[in-house]
Every structure is written in C-alpha cells, then in structure tokens.
Nanobody
C-alpha cells in the first residue's frame, strides 16, 4: 500500500509562486511515475506534470515554462514548483503514483487527498 499526502496549497496573487509537496509512504516499486493532476470546479481532472523513476518529466502545454516538477528520493517526496501563477491555475491539485514491477503486467495507482490552490486576480 502507498499513501500520498499533498501539502503547500493556499491563496496567492496572480504572478506569485507556490511549491506543492507530495510525501509518499509505503512500498513504491522501482518503475514508477509520479504525476500532479488538477481539477477546477466544473471541469475534468487533467494532468499538469509528471516525473518518472528515471527522471524524465512531462508538462501540460498550459504550464510549460512556469511549473517545474522534481523529486527528492531521500525524502520520498515529489515537488511541484509553480511560478507566474494565473487565475486559471486555480484548482484542487492531486498527487498520483503509478507503479509496477519490471516484467510483471500489473500496475498500481494511488491518489492523495488533494490540496487547494487559489490564484486571485
């Protein structure tokens, strides 16, 4: 079992910055992808950024150049640095872990509880 706990959300003015943290506990297999998703009121959940166990990153077009995802394996934590925030970034941000063992055709998917990010204009 894997537990994910997000923190760092809050209220910030447009143009400001926040850093979200996703702290993981439990067994995460060696092959894994940690993703930050967000869901705004009345909209579908969307992928914001992801990082693999090998360090490869991926970003939604809407956040490229503004957000940076990183991981600190010693602390079992993934971060999302959000700069130049816009009102349209307002959403609940969720941490996701997708993981599997090599050569085993079974994947596991875990979600955190979410943290609210509100960007005022």
């Amino acid at each position: 079992q894997v537990q994910l706990v997000e923190s760092g959300g809050g209220l910030v003015q447009a143009g400001g910055s926040l850093r979200l943290s996703c702290a993981a506990s439990g067994t995460i297999f060696s092959i894994n992808t940690i993703g930050w998703y967000r869901q705004a009121t009345g909209k579908q959940r969307e992928l914001v950024a992801s990082i693999t166990s090998s360090g490869s990153t991926n970003y939604a077009d809407s956040v490229k150049g503004r957000f940076t995802i990183s991981r600190d394996n010693a602390k079992n934590t993934v971060y999302l640095q959000m700069n130049s925030l816009k009102p349209e970034d307002t959403a609940v941000y969720y941490c996701n872990c997708n993981t599997r063992r090599r050569s085993v055709p079974v994947t596991y998917d875990y979600w955190g509880q979410g943290t609210q990010v509100t960007v005022s204009s």
